[in-house]
């Protein structure tokens, strides 16, 4: 996209707006929305920029998984309620197949998730799924709050690492 610049002098020059920021030497140009219809990440200062790690997908995700990163492998992993080592600590946006690039969120906005309580807090289910349902006295079942709901589908992602599993019965 380019616009007309006015020069001190007066006279008119074309100048073409930018849709990222390498940092200073940006400094003074005129941003441009990217093909996504937002400001790019790079143009905010840093710490108001979405917070996330790429890494390599372990298996297919789903936009809206909750992951764990796998201390052997360095990969993203479907959390999963029935397996202590798969605590939560981000999440996904994006579908991805396995061995896939995908960023891991630390902070943000849940969406796309069904079966919310507005308020309520909301739990890491099965499978990278999450739920409005805590597990209850459920034996073998880890029992980790990851957000709140802000709406049906939307959760505010903040996940408490002060979990526990369930003891037998």
């Not at 993203?76 to 600590?89: E, F, G, I, L, P």
Request: net charge negative; glycine share 10%; proline share 5%.
């Amino acid at each position: 996209m380019y616009f007309k610049k006015v020069n001190a002098d007066g006279t008119q020059d074309e100048t073409k707006t930018t849709e990222t920021s390498a940092g200073a030497g940006d400094a003074g140009k005129v941003p441009n929305l990217n093909p996504d219809g937002v400001i790019d990440p790079s143009m905010l200062p840093a710490d108001v920029r979405p917070k996330y790690r790429e890494v390599t997908a372990g298996e297919a995700l789903t936009a809206g998984n909750m992951v764990y990163i796998d201390p052997a492998t360095g990969k993203a992993m479907k959390s999963d309620n029935a397996a202590r080592a798969s605590q939560v600590t981000g999440y996904v946006k994006d579908t991805v197949a396995s061995d896939a690039a995908v960023k891991v969120y630390v902070d943000g906005i849940v969406t796309g998730l069904t079966g919310l309580t507005l308020n309520g807090k909301c739990y890491l289910g099965e499978a990278g799924a999450v739920t409005a349902t805590p597990v209850g006295q459920t034996s073998g079942k880890l029992h980790q709050v990851v957000g709140t709901a802000l709406s049906t589908t939307t959760m505010s992602f903040d996940p408490d690492e002060d979990c526990f599993m369930r003891a037998s019965a």
